[in-house]
């Protein structure tokens, strides 16, 4: 299990960082640019990841169908994805594939953002805002985050609007891809069954002319608030209620302590939630999750049920995260039993691995092999819990509601 | 390495050795499912689904949870259209633990009267969310039309059902179908096979029941056009039709023809419709085969006012394949579905998946160089042939949205 991982930085400032395991029969590779909604300006709202699209629309070498047709050639399983601080593009291929799967990423890397394309796409992006549109729940998270992190950039849209994209111009996304997308701002990392030697080689050639260029982020923290809203939709058949309350970032030591109390209070299954709401058929979903962000972050409880219950179900969710203490020590050890396989299972694979790999780095400009990781978790105690909630009291809930028309 | 054993009771076990993994998993498949729910009582295999899962043996509900929990063993209990399933995925040192609480489930259920109105509450809210999630409930409701009965049950039961089934329903049906005859166990990671087998075995060596009888898959009823009214952003479009079924000659003709037609980046349904038009976000075609039928899905979801556009050209793209597929294009679905099968071979839960639903149709686990051979064995002139004999025609379209949208004539007709 202990297994090296090789970190380069180039001279134009690309981080690589490589795990190779000859045990895996495939490797995953991907780049990380540690970019998303966050670092728009409210005209770029949804730019970021209608750029993670256009990267697949072609190159100064290659067409979209060409990017299309080799992804099928080299069998890959390939994606990408872009959240509120992140864009990542990603891929899994057989090791015979690796190579040539690098130089495709790496070309679409550097993308054409041709005009015609563009104008295609755009048409796509505004069909998937129509797809969430139609997911009650999603509206939901999207305006709690909105109105929860206030003017903070933690609160942009990943979607955008049909506004903002309709409005926004194919030489806006040039400039937003030239303010961002700098090689310093990107990691290159791979994961499973391939040629370190050859991986490095390969990067310094492909990736080695990109032109560096200084990137910079707003990492403060958000201000705390306590504030009550409602939404209302037509033809809703259920209602959903978010809770949102200070937490810890991707960077606080506060983190572990929370994650594992997020786990003991509102896991899937076998959690107090799970068991005061889902067990009892109060409700279909219930959770709470430690959402850590870049500088900043939040505790968030989800509940969803049939409208008539939604009180009754939120009055025991905030009644369980009142008494964030009121657990056992058995409670903390299988929460901890929970998480450290997670871990294991998930860091089997290639893909589980390049992206605690690239993301990590991305939050903490480090690299921490699984057992560091699961060591840390296994030493958590109540005093770590304790400390942590003395930071992040848990006290300052604002509460958003969905609800029919 | 792959072996496989049957119990004395009629359980099949098969067991593959992984020694490059840390983890194991294991898949129990019990012939049953939602087709042997009472007529009147749809969803009560669901019920049952749930209520094992809440107190066995000799733990309460909350022990069982905690059980798993307790080892951080990741597990899950499902009910299907034909079967009830129990998986899930471990440090392999946790492998005999899993299993005893696997047979108490299976083998002791509480189904304990008091838990089933909480189970219903809950059966139900899915049912009513399902309306907030278009794509799967169009999905649902033209499996509905498109089934015989009783495979075209609804994978959330019937709200009716639900409501009226009680303990004796739910007991009567574990008694009748929960029995080792007919039942896979297959486990998959670091393991030792000799050890597994004497685990098995010990939990599951004295279990005992009758031959369980399945349903008939019967006639197709007739393709046909349907539309459900919705004041939806987007317009649902769902199409399926008839192809090969899994035992029969040509599944692989099948299966690579669809994944030209429908795969994900480079199949035709996602170039022409997303990539040259922009007329969705998602689009795709899916091959699914059991022993009784073969069916071609698709599906497009688009804004109202480019549903036409996009129904017209999904449709165009269906039926122009045959004679059109070129050998750059077979090659690729070919270099797809290899690759997706190497790279399953590294997930143990992939792997005991896999050898649990070979078993489950032929009997035995075919090894990857088998399943190669046949994939290799497709020409550009076979894939013709499949596509002469399943032209994906006669066909049923479901539309759910603002409108209905005009379909062709001469493509609805009777079922096969």
């Known amino acids: ?405 | 390495m792959i072996t496989t054993h049957t119990l004395a009771n009629g359980l099949s076990v098969i067991v593959e050795e992984m020694p490059h993994v840390e983890s194991a998993s294991y898949d129990l498949l019990i012939p049953g499912g939602l087709v042997c729910d009472p007529e009147d009582k749809v969803g009560a295999g669901l019920i049952l689904g749930e209520m094992i899962g809440r107190g066995a043996g000799p733990l309460s509900s909350r022990q069982l949870s905690e059980a798993f929990d307790d080892l951080g063993i990741r597990h899950g209990e499902g009910v299907g259209s034909d079967r009830y399933a129990f998986s899930g995925s471990l440090v392999s040192d946790s492998l005999p633990r899993a299993l005893e609480l696997v047979s108490y489930m299976v083998r002791e259920p509480h189904l304990a009267e008091d838990e089933i109105p909480n189970i219903q509450s809950v059966l139900l809210q899915d049912i009513d969310s399902l309306s907030d999630n278009p794509a799967r409930r169009s999905m649902v409701e033209l499996s509905k039309r498109y089934y015989p009965a009783p495979y075209n049950r609804p994978s959330l039961g019937d709200a009716e059902g639900i409501k009226g089934t009680n303990r004796a329903t739910v007991h009567g049906l574990w008694q009748k179908l929960f029995s080792p005859r007919r039942a896979i166990l297959s486990i998959a990671g670091k393991v030792k096979t000799a050890e597994v087998l004497t685990t098995v075995e010990k939990f599951f060596g004295d279990w005992s029941g009758g031959d369980v009888q399945i349903p008939q898959f019967g006639a197709m009823p007739r393709n046909d056009y349907f539309h459900i009214d919705s004041d939806s952003s987007q317009m649902q479009i769902v199409f399926a039709s008839p192809s090969v079924r899994f035992n029969q000659e040509g599944y692989y003709d099948g299966k690579l023809a669809v994944s030209v037609l429908g795969a994900s980046m480079f199949g035709r349904l996602f170039v022409e419709v997303r990539e040259k038009r922009g007329l969705c976000y998602s689009v795709y075609a899916r091959h699914g085969s059991t022993n009784d039928y073969g069916t071609v899905t698709a599906y497009v979801g688009t804004t109202p006012e480019r549903a036409q556009e996009s129904i017209d050209v999904l449709l165009k793209e269906l039926h122009g394949l045959r004679g059109t597929v070129t050998e750059d294009e077979l090659e690729r679905a070919r270099t797809n579905l290899k690759a997706s099968l190497i790279m399953g071979e590294e997930s143990p839960g992939a792997r005991a998946g896999s050898n649990a639903q070979d078993w489950w149709l032929l009997q035995r686990v075919r090894p990857l160089s088998e399943i190669n051979a046949a994939i290799d064995k497709v020409t550009v002139s076979s894939v013709d042939t499949f596509l002469a004999s399943y032209p994906f025609k006669p066909c049923s379209i479901l539309t759910l949205g603002k409108h209905t949208l005009s379909v062709p004539t001469g493509l609805i007709g009777e079922g096969r």
């Open chain 1, 1 to 405: 299990m202990a297994i090296k991982v090789y970190k380069e930085v180039l001279t134009n400032g690309l981080t690589i960082l490589a795990e190779s395991n000859p045990a895996n029969v495939s490797a995953g590779i991907g780049f990380f640019v540690r970019t998303g909604a966050r670092d728009e300006t409210a005209r770029e709202s949804g730019v970021s990841h209608f750029l993670e699209h256009m990267l697949f629309k072609g190159t100064p070498t290659r067409s979209a169908l060409d990017i299309n047709l080799q992804l099928g050639n080299l069998g890959a399983q390939a994606n990408a994805f872009t959240s509120e601080e992140n864009t990542v593009y990603y891929a899994t291929v057989i090791p015979e594939k690796f190579k040539a799967m690098q130089e495709l990423l790496s070309d679409m890397m550097r993308p054409a953002l041709v005009p015609e394309e563009f104008s295609m796409e755009k048409k796509v992006i505004l069909e998937e805002i129509a797809l969430y549109r139609d997911r009650p729940h999603f509206y939901l998270f999207e305006n709690a985050f909105k109105d929860y992190f206030g003017g903070h950039p933690a609160g942009n849209s990943v979607l955008g609007s049909d506004e903002s994209v309709s409005a926004v111009t194919r030489d806006e996304m040039k400039a937003y891809f030239d303010r961002r997308y700098s090689p310093s701002n990107i990691v290159l990392a791979a994961s499973g069954n391939f040629s370190i030697d050859d991986f490095l080689r390969d990067a310094r050639a492909l990736c080695g002319t990109w032109t560096d260029f200084e990137v910079g982020r707003d990492v403060s923290r958000h201000e705390s608030k306590e504030v009550y809203r409602e939404f209302r939709r037509k033809n809703l058949s259920h209602s959903h209620a978010v809770l949102l309350a200070k937490g810890a970032s991707a960077q606080d030591e506060e983190r572990y302590s929370l994650s594992i109390l997020s786990n003991i209070l509102g896991d899937s299954s076998g959690s107090k939630m799970y068991w005061d709401l889902v067990d009892k058929g109060l409700a279909d979903s219930a959770s709470f999750d430690s959402d850590e962000r870049d500088g900043t972050g939040c505790l968030m409880v989800y509940v969803s049920t049939s409208p008539s219950k939604l009180d009754e179900v939120v009055k025991i969710a905030k009644a369980i995260v009142n008494r964030p203490l009121d657990f056992s020590d058995a409670d903390l050890e299988r929460a901890k039993a929970k998480i450290v396989s997670r871990i294991v299972l998930d860091g089997e694979l290639p893909m589980g691995r390049l992206m605690s790999l690239g993301l990590e780095w991305n939050y903490r400009r480090t690299t921490t092999p699984l057992s560091e990781t699961i060591a840390k978790v296994r030493s958590i105690s109540r005093n770590d819990i304790e400390r942590a909630l003395e930071k992040f009291p848990m006290t300052d809930w604002s509460e958003y509601r969905l609800l029919p028309e």
